[in-house]
């Protein structure tokens, strides 16, 4: 069955620091979000992102934040500057055209910001 | 704009007993609604949504939850519960918004089975 991963599972950084974090959507979907899940708190979305263009976003989604789809498979979400409160679950999800369908999620990339 | 609240942040069952986990929501507008599971240190998997018609859905493990348009509910139900069922619960809701349908969840329920 195919699905959506996520890499890596987890990563430490550096407060200050950049970090990529990167998705694989599943192939024929054409919708992408990114939600990120602080440590006991609950499911948060930040942006999702169409026709290579950002569709939408949150207040969490700031400058420090932007999305990229480099290639025709990988989706990912860059944080310039890390903050300690950057330190969360962030899930990646894609997708298919049409308003009825359910989005896919990965398993997720915890990230730890020291 | 839509939220969801869900009005449980802890549920305590017994095995084998029935369980009801309760979810609200507020839109203004026509809804999808999802509830997800999430196991500990995993991603977030579907248990089920409705989109349209029969407002009794069911879902994957046994679970099935009711749409309630005038109540604005969808509480999800199991008739009986197992241990493997420990999990944090997810309710969330989904609008049509220029078609990019973005989730909103509630804060989650975490269900404790105990033997």
């Known amino acids: 069955e195919p699905e959506v991963t996520q890499t890596p599972s987890h990563q430490v950084t550096q407060m200050g620091q950049e970090v990529i974090l990167r998705c694989v959507p599943i192939?024929?979907?054409?919708?992408f979000y990114w939600y990120r899940q602080i440590l006991g708190q609950k499911v948060e979305f930040l942006v999702s992102?169409?026709?290579?263009?950002?569709?939408?976003k949150s207040e969490i989604f700031d400058d420090q934040f932007s999305v990229e789809r480099p290639d025709g498979s990988n989706f990912t979400l860059k944080i310039r500057s890390t903050k300690l409160e950057d330190s969360a679950m962030y899930f990646c999800a894609s997708r298919m055209q049409g308003v009825n369908t359910e989005a896919f999620f990965g398993q997720g990339t915890r990230l730890t910001v020291v | 704009a839509q939220s969801v609240t869900q009005l449980d942040s802890q549920v305590p069952v017994f095995e084998e007993a029935p369980v009801e986990l309760r979810c609200n929501y507020s839109?203004?507008?026509?809804?999808?609604l999802f509830w997800y599971v999430q196991y500990p240190n995993q991603g977030l998997q579907l248990l089920l949504k409705y989109l349209s018609g029969s407002t009794l859905v069911k879902g994957i493990n046994g679970f099935e939850a009711e749409f309630n348009k005038s109540q604005t509910s969808f509480h999800l139900r199991k008739p009986s519960v197992h241990i493997s069922d420990t999990a944090e619960y997810f309710c969330a809701v989904s609008g049509f918004s220029g078609g990019y349908n973005k989730l909103i969840f509630g804060a989650g329920t975490r269900l404790a089975v105990h033997p």
């Open positions: 992102f169409y026709n290579n263009e950002i569709s939408e």
């Open positions: 839109s203004s507008v026509s809804v999808y």
């Open positions: 192939s024929n979907h054409l919708y």
